[in-house]
């Protein structure tokens, strides 16, 4: 197990050797634990190589006919082997969209005792399963920073058919080990059978990768939608045990034409939305690897303290009524442990799963506790993991925006990207400066309020005139940053006309301010003494104090 950590050795300075560096602690700290405690006997298989060398995953979960695949098929840009796309619930199997040169489709069998894929944990859901489990490995750029998967359509209405293997414990599975879990309506079909209910209290314990989309969005009206959405929530709200309301990303997610084009600003937002937090992954795996190996680590040490007590139950005495009796007081166990080693109730396993795990087992033959097991992995959580996540903060900070996944992630500028001649992004590439096109009217408001004799306006004076916007002080003190170019605490009127197109034009039309003025947006007559300045004092980071400080 962990072989490439001998043949692979990397520096302990870069982000990238996270993975690596908890693969070692696993591998020294917690797998002698579990192994020993039979960890993967009573919750998951053990870790193998893969888990800490793998790409990021996304899993896509919905009833049949919400466009999971034609989903997919939107991320990747192109036809994958495999894909079918209906009406009727077409996908029948597990499918896993992976990066290769060559097209291939790859049965489940072969990917399960594949080493060099994590795929190796789902054989235990038997020859079923296998047969309704394959890979489409193709060539897209997406796919070289994550792994997508498609799930079967989830059927309607109360009664659901037998699948023939374990579709719950399949998505558990999946659901422990993905950095993201995407759950599609369709906006015609809000309804949450049983089997989807089923499916989303399956997720439980991972509700902080969940995403639900609205899809289909553009074939309903403005005010269908309202109502749409309204009722999403409302259902959800029914199926998900938390207080705060479930983040929804409404959109049409295909290539074709809108059906209905009312609310495509919405969508365009809303995919932008969506499309930012799928490219935090490749940066953000390292975290979700370590917290996942602290929530496993935690389970471990409940696990064998739980070992220890009912050893402890047991005595001399291991018979069926014996069993009965020690299954019939888990929950007791539970709290004693619980406030004996000071350990959150949530952090204990499944009452019920762990009931059914004890009484298939003879509990005479439970391994014994062993402190130095169990302290390795304390150790392991209070010395060894704090600095591992220090090292992530760091590298984080040393990084700017997210990876740029390619294809349809894509943030090469075009005129069709998000926010194009938008914002303070308009007139960007245009000779002529942007501000002029309104000079007549911000000369008028300029002079009425009386210039001196070096024409210009000071902050006392500019004050209650931008105040009249109805911004707050803080965006207005922002704003007057930006635009008092030369930092003397006046305004000249390129400098105004500029805050007035910055207030008007940005900041009431709801585009976000920027910390560093945009070059084409500086006063003509001001860019080769700003530019030098950039060059030479780093934009002024120190500044000096401006006379609208109070904002």
């Not at 408001?445 to 009249?468: D, Q, S, T, W, Y």
């Not at 007057?480 to 940005?506: P, R, T, Y």
Request: overall charge negative.
């Amino acid at each position: 197990m962990l072989h490439w950590m001998k043949k692979n050795p990397m520096p302990d300075d870069s982000l990238l050797s996270i993975p690596h560096n908890l693969a070692k602690l696993y591998k020294t700290k917690l797998f002698p634990l579990e192994e020993y405690t039979k960890f993967q006997e009573f919750h998951s298989p053990l870790l193998d190589d893969a888990h800490f060398t793998s790409k990021p995953m996304v899993l896509l979960i919905g009833q049949y006919s919400t466009g999971k695949t034609t989903f997919l098929r939107y991320l990747v840009e192109r036809d994958f082997p495999g894909m079918r796309i209906g009406p009727e619930p077409t996908t029948d199997g597990f499918m896993v969209l992976e990066h290769n040169e060559i097209d291939a489709l790859i049965p489940g069998n072969a990917l399960v005792v594949d080493p060099s894929k994590p795929y190796g944990g789902l054989s235990k859901f038997g020859v079923n399963f296998l047969n309704r489990f394959q890979g489409a490995s193709l060539n897209s750029e997406v796919l070289k920073h994550v792994t997508l998967v498609d799930t079967p359509g989830i059927l309607s209405g109360s009664k659901q058919l037998a699948r023939g293997y374990d579709f719950i414990g399949v998505l558990e599975w999946f659901a422990e080990r993905v950095d993201r879990i995407i759950i599609l309506f369709d906006a015609h079909k809000l309804d949450i059978s049983d089997e989807l209910r089923m499916s989303i209290q399956a997720l439980r314990g991972n509700q902080e990768k969940i995403r639900i989309v609205l899809n289909k969005a553009d074939q309903v009206n403005t005010q269908q939608l309202m109502r749409v959405y309204g009722a999403l929530l409302w259902s959800l709200a029914k199926v998900f045990d938390t207080p705060e309301v479930v983040r929804v990303y409404t959109g049409s997610f295909w290539s074709n034409s809108l059906k209905n084009e009312d609310n495509r600003k919405l969508f365009e937002l809303e995919k932008a939305d969506l499309f930012n937090d799928l490219q935090t992954l490749p940066r953000s795996y390292a975290v979700r690897l370590l917290n996942d190996l602290v929530k496993r680590s935690r389970l471990a040490l409940v696990h064998a303290y739980i070992l220890q007590a009912i050893r402890g139950e047991t005595g001399v005495f291991t018979g069926s009524s014996t069993k009965k009796k020690i299954v019939d007081r888990l929950a007791e166990i539970y709290n004693q442990i619980h406030k004996t080693h000071n350990i959150s109730l949530g952090d204990f396993p499944d009452l019920e799963l762990m009931k059914g795990a004890l009484s298939s087992r003879d509990i005479g033959k439970l391994p014994k506790f062993k402190k130095d097991l169990v302290d390795a992995v304390s150790f392991m959580l209070s010395r060894d993991i704090p600095p591992l996540m220090q090292r992530i903060n760091q590298e984080e900070m040393k990084r700017n925006g997210n990876v740029d996944m390619g294809g349809v992630f894509s943030t090469t500028n075009t005129p069709f990207n998000e926010g194009f001649e938008e914002g303070v992004s308009r007139g960007q590439g245009e000779e002529t400066w942007v501000v002029e096109e309104e000079r007549e009217k911000w000369m008028h408001e300029f002079e009425l309020l009386n210039p001196n004799e070096n024409g210009k306006i000071e902050g006392r004076k500019a004050k209650p005139h931008f105040v009249r916007t109805k911004l707050p002080n803080s965006t207005l003190g922002k704003i007057w940053q930006l635009s008092d170019i030369d930092k003397d605490g006046c305004l000249d009127f390129e400098e105004f006309a500029l805050m007035m197109h910055l207030i008007h034009n940005v900041a009431l039309q709801d585009y976000p301010l920027p910390d560093k003025l945009p070059p084409h947006l500086i006063p003509p007559s001001k860019r080769a003494t700003e530019l030098t300045r950039a060059h030479t004092h780093d934009l002024d980071e120190n500044g000096e104090e401006s006379s609208l400080k109070s904002y």
